[in-house]
């Protein structure tokens, strides 16, 4: 992460809110991934705010999406100053132990932190994003403590060497496997996707709302497949990672950094085909599936898609109605 600390003009603050966007978009992506590789209600951590026993995996569920709502704040507030919002990330990583993942995941906390507060603008000016970066740190400051209690928790009974799921060669020949995953790339793009469009159109908060419920929908999707996969025997994917000989995964590019649409209706009419694509790719898992709660969960997926398709086509069409609206 670039670090910039002084502020001087409106380009220089725009430059600081893309450093901070390829930060927050990584670690969504980072955190969720990594708690998609740990088990369900197995590690407790005393929650220092709640006060209350947490389960690790939800929180860290939870913290992820806290740093996607950080992004789509940035990108609006980069938008809304007539700059571009970057969906370039920074580097993500696994290791093959769930402690190392929470030791990087607690130094990124700190490292955004600084970035955030140490920002020095000329007194007065922009004083709206100044206070946006000052609200973000402190999100950046509870969950830099919540990591470390999570820490402790698993020092405390002896659970420093757990390993993450990790991918069975003999579960990856499986034809439904090789799906699931490519469907895991698509849900996890089109959620981007869409949030790319709910930063261009926030100015219009009827459009911009529809697309991040389908945004929200493809990240649950996302959610649930990871489940799906490990019942299958394999666990999520980081998109171009490289493994070392340690086994640490490493990947400058866990997402796209481009997508397409550049006006309203390029954006609407780029939407239809890839819905379209991710639902044929649910038609011929499913056959591949035995009846059951896997199944059950998958068709559900497939719903909401075909959902997304049919509200896709009618605003499209909605916006070829109206004249002007380009
Ligand atoms: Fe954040
Ligand atoms: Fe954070
Ligand atoms: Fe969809």
């Given at each position: 992460m670039e670090k910039i600390k002084s502020i001087q003009t409106q380009e220089d603050a725009i430059q600081l809110l893309n450093v901070a966007l390829e930060h927050e978009w990584a670690v969504s992506f980072e955190y969720t991934i990594h708690a998609y590789s740990m088990p369900k209600g197995k590690f407790f951590y005393q929650d220092p705010v709640l006060k209350r026993l947490q389960d690790v995996r939800a929180q860290i569920i939870q913290i992820g999406i806290d740093e996607m709502y950080h992004s789509l704040q940035l990108g609006i507030i980069i938008t809304q100053m007539g700059g571009t919002p970057s969906f370039k990330t920074d580097e993500v990583i696994r290791y093959p132990r769930i402690m190392d993942n929470l030791k990087r995941d607690k130094k990124t906390e700190d490292l955004v932190t600084a970035l955030y507060q140490d920002a020095e603008f000329p007194e007065g000016s922009f004083p709206k994003i100044q206070n946006m970066v000052l609200n973000i740190s402190y999100d950046e400051v509870r969950h830099s403590d919540q990591f470390v209690a999570m820490m402790e928790a698993m020092r405390a009974e002896g659970s420093e060497e757990v390993l993450c799921y990790s991918s069975n060669p003999e579960s990856l020949k499986k034809e439904e496997v090789q799906l699931l995953h490519e469907i895991m790339r698509d849900e996890n793009e089109l959620m981007h996707r869409y949030l790319k469009y709910v930063i261009m159109f926030s100015e219009h908060q009827d459009l911009s709302q529809r697309l991040f419920k389908n945004s929200i929908d493809h990240m649950r999707n996302w959610d649930k497949n990871s489940g799906i996969l490990i019942k299958m025997g394999d666990v999520i994917r980081i998109e171009n990672a490289v493994m070392d000989e340690t086994g640490v995964e490493k990947s400058?590019?866990?997402?796209?950094?481009f997508y397409p649409g550049e006006n309203r209706l390029s954006a609407l009419e780029t939407l239809i085909p890839a819905e379209k694509s991710l639902i044929s790719k649910y038609e011929r898992l499913l056959p591949m599936v035995p009846d059951g709660e896997i199944k059950d969960q998958l068709e559900k997926h497939l719903g909401w898609d075909r959902e997304h398709a049919f509200t896709q086509e009618w605003l499209l069409r909605n916006a070829q109605k109206i004249k002007g609206m380009i």
């Open positions: 400058a590019s866990p997402m796209p950094s």
